[in-house]
């Protein structure tokens, strides 16, 4: 009868196998914790920081918004003006009304204009006026200033009056402006003249039709050699009786020679 050998199975043998399969899960179990938990750190990191940007940039928005309650589009800064002025901007937040405002440098009001505004949820609004200046202004340079009063909020900008020159070695008139409303009372005239015959300066307003509304004369001295300044202050009782819409002032004076008038200067100016 033939023997087979049987060999018996080694228990420490058994039971190193089992101390390595568990090892190995051991490990795989810990690596996908390892992998997991990075991942979920990489995205809440990217979450974060897309948060932070939007809320910094909400917040830069909301303060560029709050700073831009009113901006002036035109006349931009320094812009020469006449006395016909188109104002445009825009306007944002809770602002309903704007008060428009042309003054000098002496704070002398020559033109006022108030605007509505509608409020869109806080969205930003273009408005615009046309100043129509009554009063001669007084300097050289002058501001418009924007004002809103709930919320209270201030635009200001710089900006030069026209001078006219059509007789540079003579004549300078620095008001009234071109398109100046002129009033029947209250009028400024100011200018500089130089080497008028016998110190007179002529000055007429005609109407549409070429009637004379108003004349006078200015009594300018010391002004043989070198430019003189002046200020004159009229009123035009019979500016009633001016016809159309449309007027002319005429800044002349009568020759030494022929006694006929030589016109320096002549300024469009407009009736109500």
Known sequence: MEQTDVHAVNPQDHSSTLTLVLI???I?????LVV????????????????????????TNNQQNLQSYITVETPSENAQLNGEVLVTGTA???????????FDMHDNRLALG???ISVMDGAENTWQTQLDVITSPLSAEGRIVV?????????????????YTDSPDYLTIFAPLKNQVILSDNITVHGE????????????????????????????????????????ELSIPGLSSAIGEIGI?????????????????????RFL
């Open 249 to 269: 002032w005429e800044f002349y004076y009568v020759s030494a020679i022929d006694g006929q008038d030589v016109i320096l200067q002549t300024i469009p100016v």
């Open 92 to 102: 944002s937040g809770d602002i309903t009304l704007l008060k428009v405002e042309l």
């Open 36 to 59: 997991g938990v990075v991942g979920y750190l990489a995205l809440t990191t990217g979450t974060n920081e897309t948060a932070n940007n939007e809320t910094a940039t909400n917040s």
């Open 114 to 116: 108030n605007v509505p």
């Open 147 to 163: 004002t809103s009063e709930n919320p209270n909020f201030t635009k200001q900008i710089d900006i030069v009056f026209e001078s």
């Open 24 to 26: 190995g899960i051991v």
């Open 28 to 32: 795989i179990v810990a690596l996908g």
């Open 193 to 232: 003249a130089k080497g008028l015959f016998e110190g007179t300066l002529n000055l007429r307003l005609i109407d549409e039709v070429g009637n004379t509304v108003y004349e006078d004369a200015i009594t300018i001295p010391d002004q043989e050699e070198a430019f003189k300044e002046f200020t004159y």
